[in-house]
């Protein structure tokens, strides 16, 4: 029989086709606030200012209605940055993470240390 290969090797074992599992809606959304930590609040703070332009517009008041719209872009601008820029470090550091792993495969010696003569 030939030799089977190594098992591979995996940083973490979610990431395991065998141990792989779906996340449950819990655990998804503790790890997309932990990614993205200041999206929930500004969403929250554009459901706010929704509800300020609605009160506004029932009462009639201009004013507050057109704060209440500036609020509320100005809280949707800081969610699009946030999670454009988490996106860019998640990759970022996935590139790096491959890189290093490359560069350990390269200097990895062939042997081991113990069996050469």
């Not at 779906?22 to 200041?38: C, D, G, I, V």
């Not at 010696?109 to 050469?116: A, G, Y």
């Amino acid at each position: 029989m030939a030799p089977q290969p190594p098992p591979q090797q995996y940083e973490n074992e979610l990431d395991d086709p065998i141990y792989a599992r779906r996340e449950t809606f819990k655990e998804k959304f503790y790890r997309r606030n932990m990614e993205n930590p200041l999206v929930i609040p500004t969403v929250g703070v554009c459901l706010f200012s929704l509800y300020l332009m609605m009160r506004a517009s029932f009462r009639g008041d201009a004013r507050t209605f057109q704060n209440a719209q500036r609020l509320r872009v100005g809280a949707q601008g800081v969610a699009i940055v946030m999670a454009s820029a988490t996106v860019v470090l998640e990759q970022t550091k996935k590139q790096r993470r491959l890189e290093e792993l490359q560069a350990a495969a390269t200097n990895a010696p062939s042997q081991p240390e113990s069996t050469k003569q």
